[in-house]
């Protein structure tokens, strides 16, 4: 059964900083991942798809990069924004479902 | 304008009252798929549907039904709502392996 893991739970940052989320996940068995975010109380936003056999995908100042060997997937956020402050969350497609991570809570600090 | 809409967006309502919450999208997509998120449990997904007529079970699909007679509708239905089903409930969409869009989401709560 894939289980998906983001770490850390929540994350505080001066404005400016770059920064790296990670996730884990246990099954390599999959089709793509894709990076999320979510404002409070409000839908899904799609960041960013990586095919599986893809290792990586840029956008803007995010980029996100996957390693299905080691299970693993990054997403890189540069010059952080008070605007990025939302949760992002990653997913593991397969078998005709998304497996989603806990989140990562991001605080960006003007 | 691509998008998956959901209605309604906010619904409070009491044990055992059948409701319908509706899912409609207009970008032609095969695939459907009904997830709640919940304090602690994160996402789950509840059905999903690979196209017409063509449904399946999730993780979580005790207690709700789905049909899809139409490409671009998926209701989800819980014909005897019950306390634990007060959740946030999204709805889905992609095409093939591309990426899912999901709809603004649904705040339910059974009383």
């Known amino acids: 059964k894939q289980e998906v893991t983001q770490i850390p739970a929540a994350l505080s940052v001066p404005e400016g900083e770059n920064l790296v989320l990670n996730c884990s996940f246990t099954?390599?068995?999959?089709?793509?991942l894709q990076w999320f975010r979510q404002d409070p109380g409000k839908g899904l936003t799609s960041l960013l798809l990586?095919?599986?056999?893809?290792r990586e995908q840029t956008s803007g100042r995010l980029n996100a990069s996957l390693d299905k060997s080691s299970g693993r997937s990054t997403l890189y956020i540069a010059a952080s924004q008070p605007g990025d402050s939302a949760t992002y969350l990653c997913?593991?497609?397969?078998?005709?479902?998304?497996?989603f991570g806990q989140g990562t809570r991001l605080t960006i600090n003007p | 304008e691509a998008q998956v809409t959901q209605n309604p967006r906010y619904l409070i309502t009491v044990t055992g009252k059948k409701l319908t919450v509706t899912c409609s999208q207009n970008?032609?997509?095969?695939?459907m798929s009904w997830y709640r998120q919940d304090p602690g449990l994160g996402l789950r997904q509840i059905y999903y549907?690979?196209?017409?007529?063509?449904?399946d079970k999730g993780d979580v699909p005790e207690g709700y039904k789905v049909s899809r007679k139409e490409k671009r509708n998926f209701p989800l239905i819980l014909e005897s709502p019950s306390p634990n089903q007060t959740s946030l409930y999204f709805c889905?969409?992609?095409?093939?392996?591309?990426?899912?869009?999901f709809g603004p989401g649904t705040r339910l709560t059974v009383t």
């Open positions: 889905a969409s992609k095409r093939g392996v591309s990426e899912q869009y």
């Open positions: 099954d390599s068995a999959i089709y793509n």
């Open positions: 990586i095919q599986s056999s893809q």
């Open positions: 997913a593991a497609e397969g078998a005709q479902k998304l497996v």
């Open positions: 970008m032609n997509h095969e695939y």
């Open positions: 549907s690979m196209n017409v007529e063509v449904t």
